[in-house]
């Protein structure tokens, strides 16, 4: 039988993460992000999902590290279900997202100020005294029609 889950979310923190160590010192934080439901009916405030998350060892600690409440993140992970007896003897299940990877969604730049000295983007490519002078690179060779592609 086959089978395949992969989860690819994009939303924002409801709180701010907080990292926490099992007993045995392994890093591991639960967080919920808010995802934006892609369709609303007429006259009707925008809906979303509240989707908790689990993430652990050096992925956790990263999310702790980088991301606060309201901040945008990418999260790529798996489905994974749950079920346990609180301590009340109630009969508990959860559904969440298991963190394999995550990333910032926006650059840093477009949330916060630059500070003095400080670099957050890709150096801009240098351009050649050609370019400068808009004059077009001279490897470029400007292909006609779909006839001469070589794919």
């Known amino acids: 039988m086959a089978s395949f889950n992969k989860v690819i979310l994009i ?10 160590k099992t007993p045995s010192g392994v890093s591991v934080t639960s967080f919920r992000i808010a995802v934006g439901r892609k369709y609303s009916k007429d006259n009707e ?11 652990w060892r050096s992925t956790a600690e990263f999310i702790t590290q980088y991301f606060t409440k309201g901040k945008p993140i ?8 749950r079920n346990w007896t609180d301590q009340n003897g109630q009969k508990r299940y959860t559904v969440e997202v ?22 957050y ?6 351009k050649s005294p050609a370019e400068d002078a808009g004059i077009p690179d001279a490897s470029f060779v400007e292909v006609s029609s779909d006839d001469d592609l070589p794919f």
Do not use: H, M, W
């Open 11 to 20: 939303g924002n923190l409801v709180a701010d993460p907080e990292l926490k």
């Open 45 to 55: 405030a925008p809906q979303a999902d509240f989707i908790d998350i689990v993430a």
């Open 121 to 126: 983007g890709e150096p801009p490519a240098a």
């Open 98 to 119: 298991v963190a394999d990877e995550v990333s910032f969604v926006e650059r840093k730049t477009d949330s916060q100020p630059r500070s003095a000295g400080t670099y």
């Open 74 to 81: 990418l999260v790529c992970g798996s489905i994974q279900t």
